[in-house]
């Protein structure tokens, strides 16, 4: 008697969209199947690995290198795979959501990699998964074009030699994708938003000289590291495809990946490109693990902490160091200015901060960097040119000047700067504002001149939760509360009540973003993952 065939993936509770057919094929269901099928019950283990770590972090309150991995750390012999020529020179990355307009000026932007975002960018309707998905094949068939209605402007592509190579970021392991169920059960987005992309787009890439490259996002240890190793060399068998085909890398944007680094790239050196130094996310990774450690954890404001800061120093020096030891690129952090288009001060003064933050990466020894917006790619390529001239990059640069002991990483007591009173109005301010547009659909939001995503929110809505519990008293002699917090969003609701008129107010999402920012900054248990229960909120 034959086994029976394996149950399909059922599309639950979502709106037909236009050419899904085209992403949703079954075998490209199958294949999504298949992945969650063989990957999902390691998944669900490493999750539940974090929660212990988390609690050992609240008994401990410190963290150190591990001691069973200390023989990879030591062994000098091994290195990552070589870089493919597409991701050899990534002097400047843009980043930015996978809408058919941004896919478009991404892809034209004159930068080297464009960081293609199903994840913080990215608002996680169905809508965005699957025609974000559609969007990058059309790009790599040429089949895209776009038309602004508001504007009449037309975007088409430039000539292939000219493109972003693509690096595609799927959501982290900790998000489901409610609408693709398996007997029930939800697929986990990250296996989504890779196994639709990789079995549409992997022979394709192959066939044009480059390859299915991603970035990992939210990873938390060298074990979340082993299992897409084992992911992606699944993938490339199932597909047809040579082992070491695909390249990863890593944002190392937690705190604990931080203790990682050497193992996390060890984990996937047949399909490692390099590391990353994600900022706000790592930030609120340290307020979430060190959340009951007391005052000497305690950040000033978001805008206070700058990569020059010692803790940020260490973690930014060491990311270089291993990286290059090891024979992987070393990307730095994100450039989120918005240019203005009404006041040039405002601009003279943020390209000279931008040019500065990218003038220390490269002589740091990055070899390349992020921005989010277009304007900012010739600053950032100019720091970058300056530096390696005709060279692809700075890997032979090994930086073993460098020494970072474990405690420097978590020394956020050598900061002088304080909380202040402004910088809880800003942390409500951006997270209302951010939240709205994020239920609205839209992940990237530009906000007072900076383009904010997921992780903006998260380190909002995290200082406002610390700055209580750890009951500061800010510069004005008022003292972190709840009721203080409550007061200042309902000035900054009704402000901005005022500021856009009472149909767009009626007409958006600014009471459930208000009342969610508040939920998550102010319950006594403190959520992981905002996104989480916004995701329950989420139409669509």
């Keep these: 008697m034959s086994a029976p065939a394996p149950s399909p993936l059922a599309i639950v509770d979502a709106e037909p969209l236009p050419r899904q057919d085209e992403v949703l094929t079954d075998a490209a269901l199958a294949f999504v199947a298949e992945l969650h099928r063989n990957f999902t019950p390691r998944r669900d283990e490493l999750l539940a690995r974090r929660a212990e770590r988390r609690a050992e972090i609240a008994r401990t309150s410190t963290l150190d290198f591990l001691p069973e991995t200390a023989a990879i750390r030591a062994d000098a012999s091994w290195q990552v795979a070589p870089a493919p020529a597409a991701l050899n020179d990534r002097r400047v990355e843009i980043t930015g959501p996978t809408d058919r307009k941004m896919t478009i000026n991404a892809l034209n932007s004159g930068a080297k990699?464009?960081?293609?975002?199903?994840?913080?960018?990215?608002?996680?309707?169905?809508?965005?998964?699957?025609?974000?998905?559609?969007?990058?094949?059309?790009?790599?068939?040429?089949?895209?074009?776009?038309?602004?209605?508001?504007?009449?402007?037309?975007?088409?592509?430039?000539?292939?030699?000219?493109?972003?190579?693509?690096?595609?970021?799927?959501?982290?392991?900790?998000?489901?994708?409610?609408?693709?169920?398996?007997?029930?059960?939800?697929?986990?987005?990250?296996?989504?938003?890779?196994?639709?992309?990789?079995?549409?787009?992997?022979?394709?890439?192959?066939?044009?000289?480059?390859?299915?490259?991603?970035?990992?996002?939210?990873?938390?240890?060298?074990?979340?590291?082993?299992?897409?190793?084992?992911?992606?060399?699944?993938?490339?068998?199932?597909?047809?495809?040579?082992?070491?085909?695909?390249?990863?890398?890593?944002?190392?944007?937690?705190?604990?990946?931080?203790?990682?680094?050497?193992?996390?790239?060890?984990?996937?050196?047949?399909?490692?490109?390099?590391?990353?130094?994600?900022?706000?996310?790592?930030?609120?990774?340290?307020?979430?693990?060190?959340?009951?450690?007391?005052?000497?954890?305690?950040?000033?404001?978001?805008?206070?902490?700058?990569?020059?800061?010692?803790?940020?120093?260490?973690?930014?020096?060491?990311?270089?160091?291993?990286?290059?030891?090891?024979?992987?690129?070393?990307?730095?952090?994100?450039?989120?200015?918005?240019?203005?288009?009404?006041?040039?001060?405002?601009?003279?003064?943020?390209?000279?901060?931008?040019?500065?933050?990218?003038?220390?990466?490269?002589?740091?020894?990055?070899?390349?960097?992020?921005?989010?917006?277009?304007?900012?790619?010739?600053?950032?390529?100019?720091?970058?040119?300056?530096?390696?001239?005709?060279?692809?990059?700075?890997?032979?640069?090994?930086?073993?000047?460098?020494s970072v002991a474990a405690g420097d990483l978590i020394a956020i007591d050598t900061l002088h700067a304080k909380p202040t009173y402004e910088g809880l109005r800003n942390a409500v301010q951006v997270g209302i504002r951010y939240i709205e547009a994020w239920l609205r659909g839209l992940g990237a939001v530009a906000i007072f001149n900076l383009m904010e995503d997921a992780a903006t929110a998260e380190i909002s809505r995290s200082q406002i939760w610390q700055w209580i519990n750890a009951g500061v008293t800010f510069e004005n002699g008022e003292r972190a509360t709840p009721d203080l917090a409550r007061k200042v969003a309902a000035e900054e609701l009704a402000a901005i009540r005022e500021e856009i008129g009472e149909d767009a107010f009626t007409s958006g999402n600014w009471q459930q973003a208000h009342d969610l920012l508040l939920k998550v900054a102010l319950d006594e248990d403190y959520e992981d993952f905002l996104t989480l229960p916004a995701y329950e909120q989420l139409q669509g």
């Design 113 to 402: 990699v464009w960081l293609a975002d199903f994840e913080d960018a990215s608002a996680p309707t169905w809508e965005n998964v699957v025609l974000g998905q559609l969007n990058l094949s059309d790009a790599y068939t040429r089949n895209i074009d776009f038309t602004d209605e508001r504007t009449g402007k037309s975007y088409t592509l430039r000539p292939a030699e000219e493109l972003a190579t693509v690096v595609m970021r799927p959501r982290g392991w900790h998000l489901e994708e409610r609408h693709l169920q398996l007997d029930g059960r939800a697929v986990p987005g990250a296996l989504v938003d890779f196994g639709l992309y990789f079995f549409h787009n992997a022979k394709r890439l192959v066939e044009l000289g480059k390859g299915p490259y991603f970035y990992l996002p939210k990873t938390e240890s060298h074990l979340e590291a082993r299992l897409w190793n084992d992911v992606f060399i699944f993938a490339q068998d199932y597909v047809g495809i040579p082992q070491g085909t695909v390249r990863a890398t890593v944002l190392i944007e937690t705190i604990t990946a931080a203790y990682e680094m050497e193992e996390i790239l060890y984990e996937l050196r047949d399909h490692a490109s390099g590391l990353n130094a994600g900022r706000w996310d790592y930030l609120f990774s340290i307020v979430k693990n060190f959340r009951d450690g007391g005052e000497k954890f305690v950040l000033p404001d978001r805008n206070a902490v700058t990569m020059t800061a010692p803790f940020m120093r260490a973690y930014t020096e060491l990311l270089v160091r291993t990286c290059h030891k090891r024979g992987a690129h070393a990307i730095g952090g994100m450039a989120a200015f918005i240019p203005s288009r009404r006041d040039a001060e405002v601009n003279k003064v943020a390209f000279e901060k931008v040019k500065a933050d990218k003038d220390r990466e490269a002589h740091d020894g990055f070899d390349g960097s992020w921005v989010a917006h277009p304007d900012l790619v010739p600053i950032a390529m100019a720091s970058f040119d300056a530096v390696l001239g005709d060279k692809p990059n700075q890997k032979d640069r090994l930086r073993e000047d460098v």
